[in-house]
């Protein structure tokens, strides 16, 4: 998956080039944790139209810490999710996270080069080996 990547390190920043995003179809924003007790992030963030809210999510987690997370940000209205690390997280468990989370899946990451790395959640199960009976 080809995304280009524009790495935003101020608020003056993100103002600067959201009526240049516009031009996309897709945008992924991937904001600071503490994002909930940051205002001008959060106006920022309610400002943008049309959006579909993906939270990321790391696998290598532990469970508790993953669903406070999206306990958390569902204030935001998250619509799915990314699921990072699951090259660090054996299969069966990352099957198990993405059978059991509230949220879909919309993207899974096994390595460190976001976004080069995205994959569809398909990507899991042509992993999978199937024993025989």
């Not at 390190?9 to 909930?36: A, C, G, Q, R």
């Not at 990507?123 to 025989?132: G, P, Q």
Request: charged share 25%; with cysteine; glycine share 2%.
């Amino acid at each position: 998956m080809q995304i280009p990547c524009i790495p935003v390190k101020s608020l003056e920043e993100f103002s600067k080039l959201e009526k240049s995003l516009s031009t996309y179809n897709h945008i992924l924003v991937d904001y600071p944790s503490n994002m909930l007790e940051i205002p001008e992030i959060l106006d920022i963030y309610t400002s943008l139209k049309d959006k579909e809210n993906l939270l990321i999510l790391s696998a290598d987690k532990r469970e508790s810490v993953i669903y406070s997370e999206v306990e958390a940000f569902s204030v935001l209205g998250v619509d799915s999710t990314v699921l990072t690390k699951v090259d660090l997280v054996p299969k069966e468990e990352v099957l198990q996270l993405v059978e059991t989370l509230p949220l879909k899946v919309s993207f899974i990451c096994d390595g460190y080069q976001v976004p080069s790395d995205l994959k569809e959640p398909k990507y899991l199960l042509e992993k999978v080996e199937v024993a025989n009976a």
